[in-house]
């Protein structure tokens, strides 16, 4: 069974950092991975899309790799802005019938 | 705007009452899923669905059932609900294998 973790759990950084966020599946036959951002109460929006023939995504101040040899995922945030505070997600998808599993959660807080 | 949208946002119920919860997209998706998200546990997938008339099973369906009847509605029926089904429940939504968006989120409390 795909299980994913997610390291640091929590992470507390003053604003302009640059910091990284890490994420890793047990069973490394990943199809597509996502990295998604959750607000408190609210919905999850998607952050990054890496498919299956990608390693690598970036969106503005945002960038995601994916090794599929050992099954690792970071999400890259530069120049951290107190509005980048909140829960980052990854998920991973076993195949193209997109059953994602979801990892734990990294609790980011950027300190103004 | 495109979204995916639930309905109740926010329910109270009690035991054995029974309920649904909808969600709809305008996307034209044919990929829908239910997810639900309890503390320390995480997201887990409830049903999804491939394209109308086309379920399967997630990680937790017990207690669950869903319908797909038209491409753009995926339900979530709850026959007799219990206390251990009280958490957040999420819809999402995709085209093939593209990105999943996610509904507001709907707070289900069965006493």
């Known amino acids: 069974k795909q299980e994913v973790t997610q390291i640091p759990a929590a992470l507390s950084v003053p604003e302009g950092e640059n910091l990284v966020l890490n994420c890793s599946f047990t069973?490394?036959?990943?199809?597509?991975l996502q990295w998604f951002r959750q607000d408190p109460g609210k919905g999850l929006t998607s952050l990054l899309l890496?498919?299956?023939?990608?390693r690598e995504q970036t969106s503005g101040r945002l960038n995601a790799s994916l090794d599929k040899s050992s099954g690792r995922s970071t999400l890259y945030i530069a120049a951290s802005q107190p509005g980048d505070s909140a829960t980052y997600l990854c998920?991973?998808?076993?195949?193209?019938?997109?059953?994602?599993?979801f990892g734990p959660g990294t609790r980011l807080s950027v300190l103004p | 705007e495109a979204q995916v949208t639930q309905n109740p946002r926010y329910l109270i119920t009690v035991t054995g009452k029974k309920l649904t919860v909808t969600c709809s997209q305008n996307?034209?998706?044919?990929?829908m899923s239910w997810y639900r998200q309890d503390p320390g546990l995480g997201l887990r997938q409830i049903y999804y669905?491939?394209?109308?008339?086309?379920?399967d099973k997630g990680d937790v369906p017990e207690g669950y059932k869903v319908s797909r009847k038209e491409k753009r509605n995926f339900p979530l029926i709850l026959e007799s609900p219990s206390p251990n089904q009280t958490s957040l429940y999420f819809c999402?939504?995709?085209?093939?294998?593209?990105?999943?968006?996610f509904g507001e989120g709907s707070r289900l409390t069965v006493l």
């Open positions: 999402a939504s995709s085209l093939g294998a593209g990105e999943l968006f």
């Open positions: 996307m034209n998706h044919e990929y």
């Open positions: 890496i498919q299956s023939s990608q």
């Open positions: 998920a991973g998808s076993r195949n193209y019938g997109q059953n994602f599993v």
């Open positions: 069973d490394s036959a990943i199809y597509n």
């Open positions: 669905s491939m394209n109308v008339e086309v379920t």
